[in-house]
């Protein structure tokens, strides 16, 4: 299973960005799909995922600001970002969760105060 996510970039605080990751290569489907991201120095921390039936969780950092949504039939994720922080800044991982875990390689998203 390979995970390729765009849609990172440099924000201004306050901004919007979206994120994407679209999963190819699997023969099941996909039960959950989801985000983390890791800052410089920090631990890697849930952002949100989603399940196939289309229930989110979020991460605290992030609720009320974030939204997660799924296109089943494509095997994609979406990560719509709002009222961006400097802290928000790091990379941002996308993966899928099948028998195991598959992640994409990240995408940096960077918020400038």
């Known amino acids: 299973v390979q995970l390729q996510a765009s849609g990172g970039g440099l924000v201004q605080a306050g901004g919007s960005l979206r994120l994407s990751c679209a999963a190819s290569?699997?023969?099941?489907?996909?039960?959950?799909m989801g985000w983390y991201r890791q800052a410089p120095g920090k631990q890697r921390e849930l952002v949100a995922f989603?399940?196939?039936?289309?229930?989110?969780v979020y991460g605290s950092a992030v609720k009320d600001r974030f939204t997660i949504s799924r296109d089943n039939a494509k095997n994609t994720v979406y990560l719509q970002m709002n009222s961006l922080k400097p802290e928000d800044t790091a990379v941002y991982y996308c993966?899928?969760?099948?028998?195991?875990?598959?992640w994409g390689p990240g995408t940096q998203v960077t918020v400038s105060s």
């Open positions: 989603i399940t196939s039936g289309g229930s989110p």
């Open positions: 993966y899928a969760h099948i028998s195991t875990n598959y």
């Open positions: 290569g699997s023969s099941f489907s996909i039960n959950v």
